[in-house]
């Protein structure tokens, strides 16, 4: 049990099966629109740091980087001087790659002179989730003309790390788009839970 979630045996998106913390994830995260700034930004580092490893290792590192990277808040982590000297290359809790510690930090600071960023995020997907009705794990797509956007719009400002493939998953995560299947328990619930002018697109 976590957190009161108890798995069940549902039909849920193939990946989620890959354990309980990725079905916990999927059932109660994934996929939810999500408009609060610093649950933003947790969402954007965890999947920079994901890029080259399993998401299931982001997951069980989760808690020690809210730890460590003071609960994902930007501005504490925008005043971070030196990744060298903060001790997170050495602690074996914490996805160790420098380049993407330092562009976390970049990214905080960044994040922090945004005026509004749930507005400039959200604004890809015109200020509304996408509900799309995929049938199976292959239609989905890794990239959308969405996602390009955003990677190139976050680019332009300096960010690190969040190439369209990172922030089509980003989209997913914090619910620009629904990606669960048709199939799944989770994607009615979730078109529900999304704006009342959602726009549907067969899979």
Same mark, same amino acid.
């Given at each position: 049990m976590i957190g009161g979630w108890t798995l069940e045996s549902r039909l849920r998106c193939g990946w989620a099966n890959s354990g309980v913390l990725c079905a916990h994830y999927?059932?109660? +995260?994934?996929?939810?629109? &999500?408009? !609060?700034? @610093?649950?933003?930004? !947790?969402?954007l580092t965890l999947e920079s740091m994901q890029a080259g490893l399993s998401w299931l290792t982001v997951l069980n590192k989760r808690e020690t980087m809210r730890h460590a990277f003071f609960d994902f808040d930007? @501005?504490? #982590?925008? !005043?971070? *001087?030196?990744? !060298?000297?903060?001790?997170? #290359? +050495?602690?074996?809790?914490?996805?160790?790659?420098?380049?993407k510690l330092n562009a976390m930090v970049i990214n905080a600071r960044l994040f922090n002179e945004i005026m509004e960023p749930a507005q400039f995020l959200w604004s890809f997907v015109e200020h509304t989730s996408i509900q799309n009705n995929w049938r199976k794990g292959p239609e989905v797509?890794?990239? &959308? +003309?969405?996602?390009? +956007?955003m990677a190139k719009a976050l680019k332009k400002i300096g960010f690190k790390f969040l190439g369209p &493939? &990172?922030?089509?998953?980003?989209?997913?995560?914090?619910?620009?788009? /629904?990606?669960h299947?048709?199939?799944?328990?989770?994607?009615?619930?979730? /078109?529900?839970?999304? /704006?009342?002018?959602? *726009?549907?697109?067969e899979g």
């Open positions: 999927h059932d109660t +995260e994934w996929g939810v629109p &999500t408009r !609060e700034p @610093k649950a933003l930004f !947790e969402r930007p @501005k504490s #982590l925008a !005043e971070v *001087v030196d990744v !060298e000297g903060s001790g997170w #290359l +050495e602690d074996r809790g914490l996805i160790r790659h420098r380049g797509p890794v990239t &959308t +003309e969405h996602s390009i +956007e &493939t &990172t922030c089509y998953a980003f989209m997913q995560s914090a619910g620009m788009v /629904n990606d299947l048709v199939s799944c328990f989770r994607h009615a619930e979730v /078109n529900f839970a999304s /704006n009342p002018g959602s *726009v549907g697109r």
